[in-house]
């Protein structure tokens, strides 16, 4: 996960540092020779008005001048150390040779071109006004970056705790907590669902399943095959059989039963196929779901944010789920959708078992992300 954007990031941090530090080297060297030439300087303009010497004379002259060569080198080492162990602050044309590496690295990993940008703004910002210790002056650029990722990663304020949510949902008196699951086939919809359901479960919920996807082959039965796996009852009707109609009797059967949260599942279709957005649409008016949550691979590039966008135009969508990101190499755009849509990501979908299942949060993405400062 996150494997291509973890090594440029880390290429660009560890180039531009070193390339920093030679540099400060370089100028306590440049500003000794300065120095040095100064000194000799005085020294020759001295000598033309020193009177002629003996034999001994001029060998106590050449010991001095050894012990002054011996004094240059200390000092030139002395120096060096000193801008080694200094703070430095670098220059605007520094910073943005910097802000171009990361945002080269960024975009070569998918991140969005509006996310990258926020992100070389931010990185800017805190480096423009900060003094960085030239002895550890990568991992204050690792800190820098962390910092301006957890920026930009940070959860929208209409973030929802999914499992927080729903609990207190029930708290309340308004169980069932409905819950609509929408996206494309091949995504893992219908795993995503049963991995819910298995989180719901072992915190005390009585979920069920409604196989409201009666479109595609098979669905109805991998709902069944995964309801069985996690305990958790399955309400279905035969293919061809409306959705709505299906949801409405799961709604029905959970009222009667005593279970506290309903999973939706929906016929996997595109955000062009009118004909299943009116479906759907019929589902959201007359189910009236709690929350409707779209489940994407974050292996889909930049297209995934194109269907969300269309979707949010007929449906409102609360949250987005994330699955195959252990399949993500790259990984910028798990981390570039929720800037992009304005919609938070709520879990990553990280393998094929009911745990692998990862809450969204920002710390944990970064410390992915980011390389260690070895």
Same mark, same amino acid.
């Given at each position: ?6 090594? !440029? ?11 920093? #530090?030679? !540099? ?13 030439? $100064?000194?000799n300087g005085g020294m020759q303009e001295n000598k ?6 003996? /034999? ?45 590496? @990361?945002? $080269?690295?960024?975009?070569? =990993? ?9 992100? /070389? ?10 003094? &960085?210790?030239? !002895?550890?002056?990568?991992? #204050? &650029? ?39 699951? @929408? ?6 919809? +219908? ?8 989180? &719901? ?7 069920? @399943? =409604?196989? /409201? ?9 991998? *709902? ?21 109609? $299906? ?23 595109? #955000? ?19 929350? *409707? ?12 944010? #194109? ?15 994330? *699955? ?16 992009? +849509?304005?919609?938070?990501? @709520? ?28």
């Open positions: 996960m996150f494997d291509s954007l973890k090594k !440029k990031l880390s290429d660009a941090i560890k180039s531009f540092s070193k390339s920093e #530090e030679r !540099k400060v080297v370089e100028e306590a060297k440049e500003e000794e020779k300065a120095k040095e030439r $100064v000194e033309e008005h020193v009177p002629q010497r003996n /034999s001994d004379d001029k060998h106590d002259a050449r010991e001095k001048n050894e012990r002054s060569d011996k004094g240059i080198k200390l000092s030139v080492s002395t120096n060096i150390k000193k801008a080694i162990f200094s703070n430095v602050k670098l220059s605007d044309s520094d910073i943005d040779n910097f802000t171009d590496q @990361l945002r $080269v690295s960024m975009l070569e =990993s998918d991140v969005s071109f509006e996310v990258v940008e926020d992100f /070389s703004e931010q990185v800017r910002s805190l480096l423009g006004g900060r003094k &960085l210790s030239s !002895k550890n002056l990568q991992e #204050e &650029l690792v800190g820098t970056v962390r910092e301006a990722l957890l920026d930009i990663l940070k959860p929208s304020a209409n973030a929802i705790d999914l499992m927080s949510f729903i609990p207190e949902r029930i708290a309340s008196g308004n169980a069932p907590v409905k819950v609509l699951f @929408l996206g494309p086939n091949g995504t893992g919809k +219908t795993t995503t669902i049963a991995k819910i359901a298995y989180a &719901l479960k072992n915190k005390g919920m009585h979920p069920l @399943l =409604s196989a /409201s996807d009666t479109f595609r082959a098979a669905a109805i039965e991998q *709902t069944e095959h995964h309801g069985n796996a996690v305990g958790v009852p399955v309400i279905k009707s035969s293919y061809g059989a409306d959705p709505t109609s $299906v949801a409405f009797d799961a709604v029905a059967y959970a009222k009667a039963h005593g279970n506290d949260v309903v999973l939706i599942d929906s016929a996997g279709r595109q #955000e062009t196929n009118k004909n299943l957005i009116g479906e759907v649409q019929k589902m959201h008016r007359v189910i009236k779901p709690d929350l *409707t949550i779209y489940v994407g691979e974050s292996v889909s590039g930049g297209m995934i944010a #194109e269907q969300i966008a269309e979707f949010n135009k007929f449906i409102k969508i609360d949250g987005i789920i994330l *699955t195959k990101l252990d399949c993500d190499a790259k990984g910028g755009n798990s981390i570039s959708i929720s800037k992009v +849509t304005g919609i938070p990501v @709520l879990f990553f979908g990280t393998g094929e078992k009911y745990t692998d299942l990862v809450p969204y949060d920002p710390a944990k993405v970064v410390d992915m992300i980011l390389p260690s400062a070895g």
